[in-house]
T-cell receptor, first 114, second 113 residues
Framework: GQSLEQPSEVTAVEGAIVQINCTYQ??????LSWYQQHDGGAPTFLSY????GLEETGRFSSFLSRSDSYGYLLLQELQMKDSASYFC???????????????FGAGTQVVVTP | DGGITQSPKYLFRKEGQNVTLSCEQN?????MYWYRQDPGQGLRLIYYSQIVNDFQKGDIAEGYSVSREKKESFPLTVTSAQKNPTAFYLC????????????FGSGTRLTVV
């Protein structure tokens, strides 16, 4: 079967750096995505890694190691508005759709304190 | 502005009643999806559609039905056969181009009493 593991909660102070790890077990792997969701809101797309390495977009960076089935999301210079849930999602092969599908982890609640 | 509109935001229904959740997009996306979100769990795929008049079951389709009569619209019906329908329902769409991200609606929180 397929599984994704990420921590349930991380707490940090404003200005700090937080790393959210995601390990996965899946077949037909295409890439790893990250989404942010504020309480009761719509998940928003943050990043997608198909190849090994680090992708940087402003204060957020995402990393993938395909050989280790592992990735992480790095949040730098934390701000209060970064308090949200962060989901990793693997894009995997699907027989009925050539694009594949997204399989989501359970999410990591990031709590930023003053 | 382009986006996905889900309505209503909150919905209450009595047990045994069918209920339809609306999802409309003006992004000109071909693929659309319905996910269910429960507390402490990730998003689980209910149904998806790649083109008009075609849709496929996801991982937890039992007790749900959909239609795709127009590109812009992908309504989800939660039937009385769904044993535990109280949840947060999210609709999403995706371009068939090179983008790798889904665009999500703001969700409908369904409570069955």
């Amino acid at each position: 079967g397929q599984s994704l593991e990420q921590p349930s909660e991380v707490t940090a102070v404003e200005g700090a750096i937080v790393q959210i790890n995601c390990t996965y077990q899946t077949s037909g792997f295409y890439g790893l995505s990250w989404y942010q969701q504020h309480d009761g809101g719509a998940p928003t797309f943050l990043s997608y890694n198909a190849l090994d390495g680090l992708e940087e977009t402003g204060r957020f960076s995402s990393f993938l190691s395909r050989s280790d089935s592992y990735g992480y999301l790095l949040l730098q210079e934390l701000q209060m508005k970064d308090s949200a849930s962060y989901f990793c999602a693997v894009r995997v092969f699907m027989t009925t759709d050539s694009w594949g599908k997204l399989q989501f982890g359970a999410g990591t609640q990031v709590v930023v304190t003053p | 502005d382009g986006g996905i509109t889900q309505s209503p935001k909150y919905l209450f229904r009595k047990e045994g009643q069918n209920v339809t959740l609306s999802c409309e997009q003006n992004l000109n996306h071909d693929a659309m999806y319905w996910y269910r979100q429960d507390p402490g769990q990730g998003l689980r795929l209910i149904y998806y559609s790649q083109i008009v008049n075609d849709f496929q079951k996801g991982d937890i389709a039992e007790g749900y039905s959909v239609s795709r009569e127009k590109k812009e619209s992908f309504p989800l019906t939660v039937t009385s056969a769904q044993k535990n329908p109280t949840a947060f329902y999210l609709c999403a769409s995706r371009t068939t181009g090179d983008g790798y991200g889904y665009t999500f609606g703001s969700g409908t929180r369904l409570t069955v009493v």
